[in-house]
């Protein structure tokens, strides 16, 4: 049964459009939300993250929205390069008292990005 | 980058055999974690750590074990391995720090590829 759930395995941007990847979850006891990129034979790595208290987060061309009542997040690009072909996966945390988990990440499956010239 | 590395990088393996991952961080962070990443599945956790000696099970930790005897190293070990344990094997670090929604983010080591023939 899975809480965290990237329902769009691939998705092909035109460079300098914008790339919006959706992520939804099913528990409302998580509390912190994370994106993180990875490339090919390499390992994942961070790339923006958002609190339950907060509905956007912005770092430069990436944004990161969350609607809590639908229980989705979205991360934009813009705009979107070919560097940022890569898959990216969706993570959340429970809150330090969900189960015993010591507040460990669930992860969706992630979508691919491909990003054309 | 965070000081994580994982050995081996690449290693082909027998079933039946047992098999040693090891994870060596040198940022002293607290905890520690084993996933695997599978197509169709993104990241699972396997077993993860939250000090010394004090280790816990994951999402799928059927046929692995693990153990932490020093900060720095997480060992994951399949005692005898399958041909479903053919995988990518990342290990993660996490520094909870001070306040709420700190140290939530998790950083990955550049992964072990695990054949099983």
């Known amino acids: 049964d899975q809480q965290v759930k990237q329902n769009s395995p691939s998705l092909s941007v035109q460079e300098g459009r914008i790339s919006i990847l959706n992520c939804d979850y099913t528990n409302s006891m998580f509390d912190y939300f994370l994106w993180y990129k990875k490339y090919p034979a390499e390992g994942p790595t961070f790339l923006i993250s958002?609190?339950?208290?907060?509905d956007k987060n912005e770092d430069g061309r990436f944004t990161v929205f969350l609607n809590k009542s639908a229980k989705h997040l979205s991360l934009h690009i813009v705009p979107s390069q070919p560097g940022d072909s890569a898959v990216y996966f969706c993570?959340?945390?429970?809150?330090?008292?969900?189960?015993?988990?010591?507040?460990?990440?669930?992860f969706g499956k992630g979508t691919k990005l491909s990003v054309k010239p | 980058d965070a000081g994580i590395t994982q050995s081996p990088r690449h290693k082909v393996t027998e079933t039946g055999t047992p098999v040693t991952l090891r994870c060596h961080q040198t940022e002293n962070h607290r905890y520690m974690y084993w996933y695997r990443q599978d197509p169709g599945h993104g990241l699972r956790l396997i077993h993860y750590s939250y000090g010394v000696k004090d280790t816990d099970k994951g999402e799928v930790s059927d046929g692995y074990s693990v153990s932490r005897s020093k900060t720095e190293d997480f060992l994951l070990t399949l005692e005898s391995a399958t041909s479903s344990q053919t995988s990518v094997y990342f290990c993660?670090?996490?520094?909870?720090?001070?306040?709420?929604?700190?140290?939530?983010?998790?950083?990955f080591g550049e992964g072990s590829w695990l054949t099983v023939v």
């Open positions: 993660a670090i996490r520094n909870p720090g001070q306040g709420t929604f700190s140290g939530n983010t998790i950083y």
């Open positions: 993570a959340a945390r429970g809150t330090m008292n969900y189960g015993g988990s010591q507040g460990n990440l669930i």
């Open positions: 958002i609190s339950s208290i907060k």
